[in-house]
């Protein structure tokens, strides 16, 4: 079982940078591929990153590619997303999700667990 918070959304404007992390309890962070994804007005769930257990392999969706980075650090069972040149667009409700495995690592219904989101606004 992982339990998993994230903090660090917030009210931003276009152009600005916010960094979101996600804490995960439990001694097995290691062993689970973490993600991102987000949900914003009237959308739906969209994948935003993923890493693999040690790091190795990250995937991004092209909307953030180049903007975002996803990092993650074992010791500290904590999951990170940098987050620079902010659009309106990117306003959303920001989740943390973890899972065995990475095949298929942008397909959602692959997570088992979930964070309660962040909001993520930003303003023109």
């Known amino acids: 079982q992982v339990q998993l918070v994230e903090s660090g959304g917030g009210l931003v404007q276009a152009g600005g940078s916010l960094r979101l992390s996600c804490a995960a309890s439990?001694?097995?962070?290691?062993?689970?591929?973490m993600a991102w994804f987000r949900q914003g007005p009237g959308k739906e769930r969209e994948f935003v990153s993923a890493i693999s257990r040690t790091g190795r392999n990250i995937y991004y969706a092209d909307s953030v590619k180049g903007r975002f980075t996803i990092s993650r650090d074992n010791a500290k069972n904590t999951e990170y997303l940098q987050m620079n040149s902010l659009i309106v667009e990117d306003t959303a409700v920001y989740y943390c999700?973890?899972?065995?495995?990475?095949?298929?690592?942008?397909?959602?219904?692959?997570?088992?667990?979930w964070g309660q989101g962040t909001q993520v606004t930003v303003s023109s």
């Open positions: 439990g001694r097995t962070f290691s062993s689970y591929t």
């Open positions: 999700a973890a899972r065995r495995g990475f095949d298929e690592a942008v397909n959602d219904l692959r997570y088992q667990y």
